[in-house]
């Protein structure tokens, strides 16, 4: 019977290789994960996941549809240059992606070939504390993990592949960006660890903005305190992120609506 309100798309499970339906798998629960920890903005953003074994082919989600019905079949290959590689059959609706995703996730993708996903958001904390002067703060243990989070300037919607360079310079080697009086961008080697990162810094940015809305002095904490918390999240002082929480969301997903699976 069909369910009322479902966008019924034929499986691409057959069309691609085992390893890139893994990754389309990975990329949905993604998509579904952060509508359901209140990061989406309707059909705005995207994120983005490399193809495993095709040189600058990344998967992104279809410019038309919400992040709480993408499902595996539902997402489109394109490569560094934009062009559609793959799709699904969308019907009347022929959706394709959004312009803004292709310039900003392709520049990733390109300046960083080990970077597996690349996660843009608009939440309404992260959106909030990049239009303040001071950006994030390291007011809680998990915003000192942001200690050296990267800022990259409004320059307008990002349309014009001009700005790539800027974007990518502004990222560096980092794991997250803060895009002034836009919202926020973190990546990952692994689609859970670009998920950790987007998690923590949502957390980080809304308990700021608690913070500072209770109008109370601010507690800060030294600087060599600061700097050796941060060191504790570093890439060599502990098992890169999203190892173990990743296969608990999944089964969470699974028990909720197993669907992004098709």
Known sequence: MERSGVLRIQS????????EW???????ACYRLVEMYGMADMVANHISSRVPGEEGAFLINAYGMMYEEITASSLIKVDLDGNILAKPDFGDLDYGINKAGYV???AVHAARPEVAC???THSWASMAVSSLECGLLPLTQTAMRFLHIGYHDYEGVVLDVQEQASIVGDLGKGEALILRNHGALTVGNTVGEAFNWMHRLELACRSQL?????????RPVPQDVLQETWKNYQP???RPYGVMEWPALLRKLDRTDPSYRE
Do not use: E
């Not at 893994?22 to 949905?28: N, P, S």
């Not at 608690?210 to 601010?218: D, G, K, Q, R, V």
């Open 12 to 19: 691409m499970r057959d069309q691609c290789s085992a390893q």
């Open 210 to 218: 608690a913070a500072m809305a209770a109008n109370s002095p601010l």
């Open 118 to 120: 690349v996660i843009h």
């Open 22 to 28: 893994q990754a389309r798998i990975d990329l949905a």
């Open 236 to 238: 060599g002082t502990r």
């Open 104 to 106: 900003i996730h392709s």
